[in-house]
């Protein structure tokens, strides 16, 4: 069984975007109970949560937003529509990015084989100077920079499977060839960011490869992406330590998603995450939550990645013999805009 560690803190659930957002602190709660009644805490790592440093945080923000943000501790604010904030979200958002990158430290340093933040507020969508989409911090990628800045990693992988696109990410890293960075989302969909033709640039240009999807994709459709986007795009990269910004609103029956991917799914997902990461950095491998809004389905899936992590469960392959009808088109997309760069991409 692996070294998984987890990072759950009750003070994530004090983050109250308020009445019907559908970020929500039963989405914790909801992951907390289904790890709890399966005994999952026994079998893992328990990593307790830290506030991130300023210092830390200009890893992917401005001062200016750092300093707003930090204004606003301990009252309720807006940072936009989709974004208010109770008296405990800066805690929550501060705890949540150091958390992360606490976890990252462990498993950086051998102590843990792989591990889950199970956090909040999410963070894919925070820029270097703006909140937005219900995100504060941007958990993910001050986790990747930490890795690099402090860590003395020179290459790192983050996959989003999130079903919105992680424009915050993607422009944080935009110019880094450090970071790479994947998305497979829908398309268009909120941010409106993720176009296949959004590949970096400068010394960055090629280390942004977005899979934009329509809506439908199931778990044969994401088997089929790994297969032929991250496995080789990864064989060439050869990261040194694997992130993923998991968010569940690509599970069948989000109310936000319109994606069809089960508790199944998501375990080969990590599965192959896992073989990747083992492939190539000793099994390095750090998930942190972003969006799910499907509290039971959210729960569920969590669960099945989690038990995939410490090899409890061992998800076969899935197989299909009807993929979702634009999967060729957008694989061969992908291959004309990132063939040179990472062959074999998009490839049968």
């Known amino acids: 069984m692996k070294r998984t560690g987890i990072v759950r803190d009750k003070r994530f659930i004090l983050h109250n975007p308020g009445a019907g957002h559908p970020e929500r602190p039963q989405r914790l709660v909801s992951i907390y109970d289904a790890l ?8 893992t790592t ?7 440093k300023v210092e830390e945080l200009q890893y992917g923000h401005s001062k200016r937003l750092i300093d707003t943000v930090l204004s606003t501790r301990g009252g309720s604010y807006a940072f936009d529509l989709d974004t208010p904030t109770s008296e405990d979200s800066v805690d929550a958002a501060l705890l949540a990015a ?3 990158m606490r976890l990252v430290e462990e498993v950086v340093a051998g102590r843990l084989d792989n591990g889950f933040a199970l956090v909040r507020p999410p963070g894919h969508h925070a820029e270097p100077g703006r909140c937005m989409g219900f995100c504060i911090f941007n958990n993910v990628a001050l986790a990747a920079r930490h890795a690099v800045k402090d860590l003395g990693l020179a290459r790192v992988f983050i996959f989003d499977w999130d079903i919105h696109h992680g ?12 970071v790479l960075y994947s998305s497979t989302h829908l398309y268009p969909y909120y941010p409106g960011t993720g176009g296949f033709d959004e590949a970096g640039e400068g010394k960055g240009k090629g280390f942004t490869v977005n899979v934009p999807l329509p809506s439908g994709m199931g778990d044969a459709d994401y088997e089929a992406i790994a297969a032929r986007v991250l496995i080789p795009v990864c064989d060439e990269f050869k990261p040194q330590l694997v992130l993923v910004s998991a968010g569940y609103d690509t599970a069948d029956g989000d109310p936000l998603g319109s994606m069809r991917v089960t508790p199944d799914g998501f375990a080969r997902m990590t599965r192959v995450l896992m073989d990747i990461a083992e492939e190539h950095c000793g099994g390095k491998l750090v998930m942190a939550l972003e969006g799910g809004y499907n509290v039971e389905a959210q729960a ?3 669960l099945a990645t989690v038990e995939t992590l410490m090899e409890r469960r061992k998800p076969a392959r899935i197989e299909s013999p009807s993929l979702h009808p634009a999967l060729g088109r957008i694989l061969s997309h992908v291959e004309a805009v990132h063939g040179e ?3 074999g991409v998009g490839g049968s």
């Not at 709890?36 to 079998?43: C, L, N």
């Not at 424009?167 to 450090?178: A, E, L």
């Open 167 to 178: 424009n915050g990410t993607q422009k944080i890293f935009y110019d880094d060839p450090s």
């Open 46 to 52: 328990d990593v307790p949560a830290r506030e991130a």
């Open 98 to 100: 150091g958390g992360t």
């Open 36 to 43: 709890d009644k399966a005994g999952v805490p026994r079998d």
């Open 300 to 302: 569920r899936s969590v």
């Open 341 to 343: 760069r990472w062959p």
